[in-house]
């Protein structure tokens, strides 16, 4: 169906100068998603005849075969201009933000969407898309004279107008921020409603400061309308918007979304505007739009069939790790080489653990220069380095999310909860640690480079083991094998151990000074948390392991060489069953029920009053508690531009499942990387 569309009048309209949509490719359309709306009375046509007007007037005058309408504006000041959106906003938009010219996804969505019709567009993530949607929904705003904008002596005012919905917590507050950026001096108050916050806390800020605009998860807004007791409702809804669809409903939030509408207004009492943005067209999404628009909304496509994708252009680099140990050293040496690049070393590094992001982070943070000389300083200097995951609280990550997107250099370990609609500027590296869960989990972490017309690189490192599993993923996706770029990669440090003791430091050549300082700071690490990341890599990489006595004997080496572990992990029975371990596979298997190594489970580990980092020279963290909800790191004293390291004020473990934590499907091994 999806190669029928390509071939369709409207993927050759956004192509042609200035031909038309013809009767006979009006019917080829009609006919071809009439089959999408047999199984639900009252069917929508996903393309409705509105959405050829729209398309037959935007061909009419094209420039440069480009297939966007040569007198649609190009600048945001035409806008203005034309009377299409208020001046006020334009005037924050061009003087405040600095913008002015738009994206050929504004230019094609701006003029349509701000008349109010129902609009369906599918953009890529990148594409100034979030500006393409406020502008419309502002202007509607700050048009509207009924819009009650007074507080009261009770609280701020809850006139909720515009619920905006995405499917991560950090696209969300993404969203909000720049929500308030273009609403300044509106008068309009712009909230969030997302998971892994406070409910309560959250909620008495709505109360306490209004509301206009909501920007929300599906779960957590789903639970404050189902809430008798919250005292949040949205009567007079005027706008709704879905951004990145089919993600939303990739991961699961239909059921979220349709109850959501049943707790909304009735379209047909309360007229609303429906406004969804989706990368693909996925049959779930045209289910979705076909029960959420109106008949005659229109459909804009803002995605060119001929441009080279991200995965496709951008150079990408395999390195094959002579074992599990030499990831961190050789991440650590890819940075160093880039410190005195001409542009800004940038980087995140994906893991496919919760538990991996964490510990790697904690090493990394630790690095000395000169592990004999603890004021010698980080190897990496004032770089920044943070983590993101969903063990944080939400506070937490939006902080590190914040600082991350501002900061010009620095490095940023995540699991995949920024992998998609997250826009970090000028990342130049995005180094994938293992193999990611699907192909398509791995082109959407690569797209966090490259964007805005910038240049960026994507790496890779693997076991050898990991090849063949990783090559049948990725297929067609050009890519080179790189041996020789990191000496870190390929050194044996079983069989050539490197004792700084045994010498001065300063004298060791710069593989060895790296090796030594990823060993010194692993040993900082807390053994309770390095022996729960290698359960959790573990079960991660055990389907691209034929044999378990392979696998055992790569996380032996990741244990003695890798994090300075004696030995195995202990693993509680239900934990080996689950991995398919016995005793006889040479691990430690305690009787009784746990999911993690020793007492330290995921969920049972309390540091208390102990120094949970296992620094004597770093307070760092304080007393710190793994139940969710608790800011439970303390207070965190240290800057984000110290070279000392970079820690972020109160965190805790959310206690939220993260998706890497789904069960791999066992897969075929094939042949090494040609």
Known sequence: MLGAFRRSAVSHALRSSTRTLSTRSTQRFQSLYSSISRASPAPKPLLSPSCFRFYSQATATAEDGAGVQADLPTRFQDLADRNMVDRRIIDTITRQMGLETMTDVQRMTITESVKGADMFAQAKTGTGKTVAFLLPVLHRLVSDPTLNRASTRRGGNIDIRTIIISPTRELAEQIAVEARRVAAGSGLIIQTAVGGTQKRQKLEEIRRQGCHILVATPGRLRDILSDEYSGIRAPKLSSFVLDEADRLLDEGFAPELMEIQQLLPDPATVDRQTLMFSATLAPEVKTMVRRTMKPEFSFVKCVDDNEVPTHLSVPQKVVPLNGLENMIPALLELSKQNLNAPRPFKAIVYLNATKHVNTVYEIFDRLLTNPEDRRSGHPLGRMFRGEIHSRLTQAARTRVASVFRKCTSGILFSSDVTARGMDFPDVTHVIQVGVPRSREDYIHRLGRTARAGRTGEGWVFLHPQEIPTFRRMVRDIPMDKDETSLSTASFDMARNKVDPKAQDFTALDETSQTLVQVDAAAAQVPFSLKEEAVVAHMATIMSSFKDKRDLQDAVKDLCVHGYNLPGLPSLSRGMASNLGFSRDNGFNVRSGGGGGPRNNSFGGRNFGGRNASGRSFDDRY?????????????????????????????????????????????????????
Do not use: C, I
């Open 622 to 674: 304080g007393g710190r508690d793994s139940r969710g909800g608790n800011n439970s790191y303390g207070r965190n004293n240290r800057d984000f531009g110290r070279s000392g390291g970079s820690g972020y004020g109160d965190r805790g473990h959310a206690g939220q499942r993260d998706g890497n934590s789904r069960s791999w499907r066992p897969r075929d091994q094939a042949d090494e990387w040609a």
